[in-house]
């Protein structure tokens, strides 16, 4: 069976819910969507989880290979020629 | 007459006869010195494109032509296409064609009038892509709800990404991303931009693109603007969101992506959902079903308890009950009656037995009554005539009996 997307399970929970709230269903069928309602909510709840907290920059190298590297948005800045040269200026300061 | 006519080919002596050829450099010369760089506006009539790469055409106004060429190596950085009845303003010098014995304009830069350059390029070129289809509806794809990879194409040096990591970070902390970095602006930024966008495509490790860079001028942004990377926005699999500049700037890459952000906040926004709002409603829809869940089971087990209590439902029990008493009455009834019975009848019994003793032979023996049978007949003798003297009789008396031989009868 394909993995439901998170959008895709949400929905059916959220009919699930608006069924069981109606209240019109008989006891079976309430237990059962009741049973599918949380391992649904379960499921969302662990989609939410599955992704890792990284930002990571493509590096190509000359030969076409793909590198993933951490990115490191305060060394990023630091690369950028502006602030370099303000950097070398105060060296340049500190020395005198 | 004749006086005249012979001053004047006096003076003819005295005057230069050119030739052709003289005449016409001369004429050059003087042209070409008059002006040498001008700026000249007018409406193009008779464009020509010669397969040499050269550009013949004329410009026009209401009362005059003016003969104009624009050779190759002048039109190949041309960006937009030249046509007849365009209004357009030319940087160029005079010259003469001598074999012809025409002037004409030598453009080196031509501007359309009225609008820049770039926007006549950028609208020629959005007509030729919409015509061609690569703005159509149907060809863009949804954007993942949740996407566990997002892939960005920017600079990573520049304001967008540092703006859509703030986003990232706030929103939902555990976010996959993965920057291709390339240039935004500049000599080879579109090919670094459209390589960028095939390359996440061919890797196939990312779910949603983002397509992004800060705000700039029309020039500056003008990379967005470029075939190349339109159709590499179009021949992505992977759903692309275009993000350039501000709100107000439209690049012809927004009209291809799948999805237009006005800044790349926003396409971070659009991209990246708020974990603690679908946390909640998760959270919510199970508090939901529980609570739904009991008031079912509360309302049912209520319904029960009501109809139980019903007097219709205690009836059948009130009615056995009736029956159960009315059978234990009537047990006690039966019981009642036998023993009564029994008594009777022991009684009666008894009654029947005191009598039948008291008729019993043996009774009446008791009160001294005998019993005589003749011997050996055992007959009971109960007239004397019967008997005669000398018989033998037994006498049963009350306790025990005794023969005796006849003496006497009376």
């Known amino acids: ?96 | 007459m004749g006086a005249i006519f012979k001053e004047e080919m006096n003076e003819q002596k005295e005057k230069h006869v050119y030739t052709v050829s003289e005449l016409t450099k001369y004429i050059r010369v003087i042209l070409e010195d008059s002006f040498p760089g001008i700026w000249i506006e007018g409406e193009i009539s008779n464009f020509v494109l010669h397969s040499s790469g050269h550009m013949y055409f004329s410009m026009r106004d209401a009362n005059a032509v003016l003969k104009c060429a624009m050779f190759k190596r002048s039109n190949e950085k041309l960006k937009f296409k030249l046509k007849d009845g365009m209004k357009v303003i030319c940087f160029g010098s005079i010259s003469v064609y001598d074999a012809r014995g025409d002037y004409q304009l030598i453009v080196e830069e031509i501007e359309p009038k009225g609008i820049g350059a770039l926007q006549l390029q950028f609208q020629q070129l959005k007509e030729r892509l919409y015509k061609e289809g690569l703005f159509n509806e149907d060809h863009k794809v949804p954007i993942p709800f949740l996407p566990t990879r997002i892939g960005i194409v920017t600079s990573p040096t520049g304001a967008a990404i540092r703006d859509i990591l703030n986003i990232a970070r706030r929103r939902f902390s555990n976010v996959e991303i993965i920057i291709n970095p390339v240039k935004v602006q500049g000599e080879g930024a579109k090919e670094e931009i459209a390589s960028a966008i095939k390359q996440f495509n061919e890797l196939k490790n990312i779910d949603v693109m983002i397509v992004t860079r800060g705000g700039g001028s029309l020039e500056d942004l003008w990379s967005f603007n470029e075939e190349v990377v339109a159709r590499a926005i179009y021949e992505s699999d992977i759903p692309v969101i275009s993000a350039v500049g501000h709100e107000i700037d439209y690049t012809i890459s927004d009209f291809v992506a799948d999805f237009r952000a006005p800044t790349p906040s926003a396409a971070a926004e659009l991209v990246i959902p708020r974990k603690e709002e679908l946390v909640n409603l998760i959270g919510t829809a199970v508090t939901r079903l529980n609570n739904a869940l009991t008031g079912k089971i509360g309302m049912l087990a209520q319904r029960l308890t009501t109809l139980k209590e019903s007097y219709i439902l205690r009836q059948p029990l009130n009615i056995i009950t009736q029956y159960e008493q009315k059978i234990d009455d009537l047990r006690k009834d039966i019981a009642i009656r036998i023993d009564h019975l029994v008594k009777m009848r022991s009684e009666n019994f008894n009654l029947l037995i005191s009598k039948l003793e008291a008729l019993s032979p043996l009774g009446i023996l008791k009160r001294g009554y005998s019993i005589t049978t003749k011997v050996p007949e055992g007959m009971i003798i109960k007239d004397s005539g019967l008997l005669k003297k000398g018989d033998r009789v037994e006498t049963k008396l009350g306790k025990g009996k005794f023969t005796s031989r006849v003496e006497e009868i009376e």
């Open chain 1, 1 to 96: 069976m394909a993995e439901m997307k998170f959008e895709e399970a949400l929905k059916k929970l959220e009919k699930i819910v608006g069924d069981l709230e109606d209240g019109n269903l008989p006891l079976d069928e309430s237990l059962e969507k009741y049973e599918e309602g949380i391992r649904l909510s379960n499921m969302c709840a662990k989609k939410l989880e599955v992704a890792k907290k990284k930002v990571e920059i493509l590096l190509k190298s000359s030969d076409g290979s793909v590198e993933l590297k951490p990115f490191d948005e305060k060394a990023a800045e630091e690369a950028k020629p502006h602030e370099a040269k303000k950097k070398r200026s105060k060296d340049e300061a500190e020395l005198l």
